[in-house]
């Protein structure tokens, strides 16, 4: 079962460069959404997606785009990169969005490390 | 808005020994509860959840976690760890009847050694 992946796992930018992280999963799961991990913040929300063609805003969502135009795909793009975006990537889905006994379990990938020079 | 409150960092602990993660959450409604674990360089997975129900909850490998909602908490504990514990633990708290967005706490990495 492939799950959620994503690519690439590794990524080195310089700054002002633009990139997309990819994000794919085969559950046929509604809700997808993108963190980032930094050091003693935990996970923070970038963007999400409730279907396909509806993105919406998270915490964190300067400096980032992203698109959702199928129910599979869901990339990250990055404008122009800063150090500042240096961090850990993780795609995630989950089945269901308002129904009301949606558990809400996200399935993660397994990251990608982005650095910024 | 919801948050969530994981106060210790870092839990250094003896394996065998019992251990508690400590969690709390702050939301004027009704929540959902997730205890998430990360292993090194992997991503994310659900250890167990509180969505409704008997209070006491029971995960994988061994975990349980309590709801309380009177001190609005969702602490993790395990009677006796293993070395293979080794990770990174995050609790995260959804208001119920919304979309599936979830907010994290910090984590709590526990570091268990002979």
């Known amino acids: 079962n492939a799950g959620v992946t994503q690519t690439p796992k590794f990524q080195v930018l310089k700054t002002g460069q633009s990139m997309t992280l990819q994000c794919a999963q085969d559950m046929n799961h509604e809700y997808m959404s993108w963190y980032r991990q930094d050091p003693g913040m935990g996970l923070r929300l970038i963007h999400y997606?409730?279907?396909?063609?509806?993105?919406d805003q998270g915490e964190v969502p300067n400096g980032y785009n992203v698109s959702r135009s199928t129910t599979e795909d869901f990339p990250l793009r990055l404008l122009s990169a800063a150090p500042s975006q240096t961090s850990v990537y993780f795609c995630a889905s989950s089945s269901g969005r308002l129904a009301g006994v949606s558990t809400g379990e996200l399935f993660f990938g397994e990251g990608s490390r982005l650095t910024v020079l | 808005a919801q948050s969530v409150t994981q106060l210790d960092s870092q839990v250094p602990v003896f394996e065998e020994a019992p251990v508690e993660l400590r969690c709390n959450y702050s939301?004027?409604?009704?929540?959902?509860l997730f205890w998430y674990v990360q292993y090194p360089n992997q991503g994310l997975q659900l250890l167990l959840k509180?969505?409704?129900?008997?209070?006491l909850v029971k995960g994988i490998n061994g975990f349980e976690a309590e709801f309380n909602k009177s001190q609005t908490s969702f602490h993790l504990r395990k009677p006796s760890v293993h070395i293979s514990d080794t990770a990174e633990y995050f609790c995260a708290v959804r208001l119920t009847g919304t979309a599936s967005k979830l907010t994290f706490g910090t984590g709590t990495r526990l570091q268990v050694t002979l």
């Open positions: 939301s004027s409604v009704s929540v959902y």
């Open positions: 509180y969505l409704s129900g008997s209070t």
């Open positions: 997606s409730v279907g396909a063609g509806i993105t």
